[in-house]
């Protein structure tokens, strides 16, 4: 589920929609959530579908650590790329502001921690990464890391609308972590290794 304080908004012809906050959301703020109603599919069930369904899941879903396809069922599906990303997953099935979203703003991911199956080329940002690509996880995992760890401890601190989606054992570890009994698992963890699939890449 995506942050309630966001609305779906037409961007440009070659961006299309996007995700937009509607009011200030803090660094620290989960984002997005892993909910009941997003649905995965397995590369087999993939296989089987239809060009027209294959099509659909390869624009919106991203695939998880088992190399599933996870659509989600609201406007998080909307949410663009960008290399300067103001949003980070988790090893946790959540994602986090990583710097404080102003009203108007475009929600961002970097596609490269979505294992996406095959390379694309994104909009020119200025920046030195032009093209995401499937091994992009394992090439910035750490530098990744650290963008999330800088904002992790503000997690208990600001409001938190979708704190009701986090399974309470992982909200533990999160004080956990936060408490510094624990260490933070890295977002490598949800890095799926294309080359064991033997379906769909």
Known sequence: MI??????KFI?????YGVVATDFIPAGTITWALDKLDREFSPSEFQQMEPIYQQILDTYTYRNNKGNFVLCWD???????SFNSNCLSTAYDFEIAIRDIQPG??????????????PFRASDEGTKRKVVYPDDLVK??????GKVKKVFHCIPRVEQ???ELIPNDIWEKVLSIIEGRSEMDSILKNYYDGQRDNGHS
């Open 105 to 118: 703003e475009q929600l961002t991911d970097d596609y490269g921690y979505l294992n996406i199956p095959y």
């Open 3 to 8: 942050h309630p304080n966001t609305e779906l």
């Open 75 to 81: 406007n998080g599906r909307f949410v663009n790329h």
């Open 140 to 145: 910035y995992y750490k530098v990744w890391d």
């Open 161 to 163: 609308p979708l704190r």
């Open 12 to 16: 440009s012809k070659e961006i299309g």
